[in-house]
Each structure stands twice: as structure tokens, then as C-alpha cells.
């Protein structure tokens, strides 16, 4: 078994495969989306009055329910392109956006096209088990009255909260239109970000405390897993204040004017996390050299320890030396106490030099 396969085996902090999945992203070859198996439509109506909610069999049940005088939100769990074209041919949507609602490790995006606007970003999730950030890709759809979002994981969505507020009658959203539903969206996303923050600052935290109490190579290994995460953590936050900022900057007629207070809290927030994410890379840093500063300080003792002993058997060597040459006359060769002698000094003058070693400091 080589070294590589040995690592991962005992311990599987080295594994080395997340830095592929993390790296090897080519945006010049075609991706290959594995299907949904199952793909769920579910389609919510309101205004201020009314609320009806519908479970879709078909994607053509979707068009009659868009009314001038509703908001409509079509949210699909589950990317297969058959879905996908023929909701963009019912909306009448640019096929660019079908090619990046089916795209795959897409940068966050933002594009503004005649009749809609269209933003692509990822949720993200912190796995705990494995110590390792993963992404959703979410693709949102803003049109005249509705708003359609696509999913590729149905069975974790943060969207729970929204759906909440909207069985309220006297909720803003309730209130407001469809470029709202956009920004409660976006919100809850960007707020998804400071929660795995948080979890990622709890384990940089205990990476700190076992740095300063017992440092070892398995240290050094989760001081590198965690920079990975913080490199997928910073190419997914980035990049969405760009998405942000175009909406702010966006004259659409699909966004209205006193909203654009509420996407300009988003990118305060989104600005926040991506100050809060280059910290923690700073922090990751700042562990990597305390880390090899702990390192050091330890062989420095260890030779510390090694020079004084060295130091301390010197005199008993040379004393030792001179009386084991081979000479006919040496002072003291025959004397009946020479051996008890050579031990005294052989001691003696260890202990003298311990006694000079400490007076200087230097231990």
C-alpha cells in the first residue's frame, strides 16, 4: 500500500479527494448532470387577501394560475431538462438561462433580459460529519407577477421560514409583489450563509485550543481541510455581491423602486460575510503559523535539552581523554587515589556548570 492510500486509511483528513472536487472545475467542458429521479412542483398564489396553494402533476397547470392581480411562486425540487425546457418555452425564457439552470459548479450570477430577470447562486450546507461545506445550486426566475425557482435537493430547503410568513395575512410579503418574494429569497439564502459561518468558526476555534494544548500532524491536516472549506466558502459568497449589486443597479420594470432599500440590506449582509470569510482565512493562516512556531519551539527545546547534556558530559570526555593516552609518564597515572580523583572532577564540574548555566539564564 503507498503512503497516499496508507494516509487516507488511518486517517481520512488526508484524503485528498476533496481538493479535486474543490479544484478541477472547467468551465469550457459540457457538464453532465446526473437527472432527478423525482422532480416536485409546488405552486403558491397570493395577494392580500388570498392565499391558495397547489400541487402541480403537470408544468402546464403552472401558466393559468399567473394572474395580473396575484403573485405567483413555482418552486420545482429536482433539475431533469425536460422539466427545465418546458417551463422556459411556457414562460417564454431565454434558452442561455435553460443552459444555466442545468449547469453545473456555475459561478453566482446575475442577468437581466427583456421580460425577466434570472440569478444563480448556492445554498450552502455544512456537513458536520465530514467537516466539509456543500452547495446547492438555486436558479430564480423573476417575471411579470411570478416568480419561479428551481432546486436541485428536495429534501433540505430554507425556504421553510417564507412559506411561513405567507400564510400571514398582514406580512409584508403578503402585502408587496413579486420583486419582494425575489429579496425574501435571496435574504434567506445570504442569512444560510452566517449560520455555516458560525459552525466553521466553532471548529476553527477547537483546532485553536488542540493547536495550543497538544499540536500534532493531525493538526496540520485540519488546518489544511479547513482552508479548503474557506476557498469553497469564498468563491460561493464573492461573487453574489456582483448578483446583488446588479439587482440595485438593474432599471427593470420587474423591480420597483422603494424595494431596492430591501436588496440593498442584502448587500450589506453579503459584504459582512464576505469580510467575515477573508478573517477566517487570515485565522486559518494565523493557526498554520502558530502551528509551525509550536513546532519549532519544541525541537529548539529539544536541542536545548541535547546541547545541555552534550555540555555536561564534555569535561568527563576529555578528563577521560588524557588519562587514557598512551603515554609512559601522565601525572597521577599511579596514584592509589587517581581513579577516585578523575570520578570527583568528573562529577564536580557538571555540577559547577549547571550552576553557571542557570545564573546566565539559559535554562
Request: one cysteine or more; a neutral charge; charged letters at 25%.
Amino acid at each position: 500500500m503507498n503512503t497516499r492510500k496508507y494516509l487516507q486509511t488511518i486517517f481520512p483528513i488526508f484524503n485528498t479527494q476533496r481538493t479535486k472536487e474543490i479544484l478541477n472545475i472547467n468551465p469550457t467542458v459540457a457538464p453532465v448532470r446526473t437527472e432527478a429521479q423525482e422532480v416536485h412542483i409546488t405552486v403558491k398564489q397570493y395577494n392580500a387577501d388570498t392565499l391558495e396553494e397547489h400541487t402541480a402533476t403537470s408544468l402546464h397547470q403552472c401558466l393559468p394560475l399567473v394572474q395580473p392581480n396575484t403573485v405567483t411562486w413555482i418552486n420545482i425540487d429536482g433539475l431533469r431538462k425536460t422539466e427545465v425546457d418546458t417551463v422556459c418555452q411556457i414562460f417564454d425564457i431565454h434558452y442561455l438561462i435553460v443552459e444555466d439552470i442545468l449547469s453545473i459548479g456555475q459561478r453566482p450570477k446575475m442577468d437581466d433580459f427583456d421580460n425577466h430577470l434570472f440569478c444563480l447562486l448556492n445554498m450552502l450546507y455544512f456537513d458536520a460529519k465530514n467537516t466539509a461545506v456543500e452547495q446547492e445550486q438555486i436558479s430564480i426566475i423573476l417575471g411579470k407577477n411570478y416568480v419561479i425557482t428551481f432546486q436541485e435537493d428536495a429534501h433540505r430547503d430554507v425556504f421553510n421560514p417564507l412559506r411561513d410568513k405567507l400564510k400571514l395575512p398582514n406580512s409584508k410579503l403578503r402585502q408587496s409583489g413579486a420583486d419582494y418574494l425575489c429579496y425574501m429569497l435571496l435574504d434567506l439564502i445570504v442569512d444560510r450563509y452566517f449560520n455555516v459561518m458560525e459552525q466553521l468558526s466553532d471548529k476553527i476555534e477547537w483546532i485553536e485550543e488542540e493547536i495550543i494544548r497538544n499540536a500534532n500532524t493531525r493538526s496540520l491536516a485540519r488546518i489544511n481541510s479547513m482552508r479548503k472549506e474557506m476557498i469553497v466558502m469564498k468563491r460561493n459568497i464573492a461573487p453574489v455581491k456582483d448578483l446583488i449589486n446588479g439587482l440595485i443597479r438593474s432599471e427593470s420594470d420587474l423591480l420597483i423602486d422603494r424595494n431596492t432599500k430591501y436588496f440593498k440590506d442584502v448587500y450589506d449582509h453579503i459584504v459582512q460575510a464576505a469580510d467575515m470569510v477573508d478573517n477566517y482565512r487570515d485565522m486559518m493562516m494565523s493557526l498554520q503559523d502558530l502551528y509551525l512556531n509550536k513546532a519549532n519551539m519544541k525541537m529548539n527545546e529539544v536541542m536545548k535539552v541535547m546541547t545541555i547534556v552534550t555540555c555536561l558530559l564534555a569535561p568527563a570526555t576529555v578528563i577521560g581523554g588524557i588519562f587514557g593516552m598512551n603515554f609512559d609518564r601522565i601525572p597521577y597515572l599511579h596514584h592509589k587515589n587517581g581513579f577516585f580523583i578523575a570520578v570527583s572532577l568528573m562529577l564536580l564540574i557538571p555540577v559547577w556548570m549547571i550552576g553557571i548555566f542557570k545564573k546566565r539564564g539559559w535554562f
